[in-house]
């Protein structure tokens, strides 16, 4: 069974650029979500997605980034107009069940996309 | 947020047990105790979770104190691999009324052979 696929793992883009992150859940998982990490910080949450729905996007910057998970195909994090501050590593990570109440399902990441804006 | 507070730094001499502590007072009776790890830039690993019971499984052991204020990750036999940062987290409902896993800045395990 193969783990959470995430690509490329690194990404390099000069600034006002787009980059595109992929990310590809563990079979039979349908929920994803969007982990940030600036270097020597712990990751922070970013969106939460199911199939064609974003459920919890609060961690999410306002402006340039948006998430998707179409009903076919990977998810894909993706930044308009790079800035260096952009520059980390953006994990993903699966869970196989919705989450209820009082329960965070267990969630498995991917190796991660280190972007690097120049 | 129910927070949590580790040490920020441990060493653990090779093939002993690694004994992590975790302080979260703030948790709440349906919040659960997640552990992840962390090796040199990789993805998050998971490691174990639990509620009030006690949990082992083939990585590591998780001691909940019966107020389930604190908590204790056992590696019973570390090794140079185990060398991470791990992160005690307790999942959390956030304003838009779903969960997500807030990481803290973890402990940094050395193991030193």
């Known amino acids: 069974n193969a783990g959470v696929m995430q690509n490329p793992r690194h990404l390099v883009r000069r600034r006002g650029q787009e980059a595109r992150l992929r990310c590809s859940p563990m079979?039979?998982?349908?929920?994803v979500y969007w982990y940030r990490q600036l270097p020597e910080e712990g990751l922070k949450f970013m969106v939460y997605l199911q199939k064609e729905n974003i459920i919890d996007e609060s961690g999410m910057p306002k402006e340039r980034f948006s998430a998707e998970f179409p009903k076919e195909g990977p998810s894909i994090l993706r930044i308009q107009q790079v800035v260096r501050g952009d520059s980390a590593a953006y994990f993903c990570?699966?869970?196989?069940?919705?989450?209820?109440?009082?329960?965070?399902?267990?969630?498995?990441f991917g190796p991660g996309t280190r972007l690097t804006v120049l | 947020d129910a927070k949590t507070t580790q040490p920020p730094s441990m060493d653990c001499a090779e093939g002993r047990a690694a004994n992590l502590p975790c302080n979260h007072s703030?948790?709440?009776?349906?919040?659960?105790v997640y552990w992840y790890r962390q090796i040199h830039s990789q993805g998050p690993q998971y490691i174990i979770h639990g509620l009030k019971n006690n949990e082992t499984n083939e990585m590591a052991s998780l001691i909940i104190t019966e107020d389930r204020k604190s908590s204790t990750l056992i590696l019973p036999h570390a090794t140079l691999r185990d060398t991470a940062v791990y992160y005690c987290?307790?999942?959390?409902?956030?304003?838009?009324?779903?969960?997500?896993?807030?990481f803290g800045k973890g402990t940094k395990l050395s193991v030193i052979p």
């Open positions: 079979k039979g998982h349908s929920h």
């Open positions: 987290i307790v999942s959390s409902k956030n304003g838009a009324g779903s969960y997500q896993l807030t």
């Open positions: 990570a699966s869970s196989p069940l919705a989450r209820t109440s009082g329960k965070t399902d267990t969630q498995y």
């Open positions: 703030t948790i709440s009776g349906n919040e659960y």
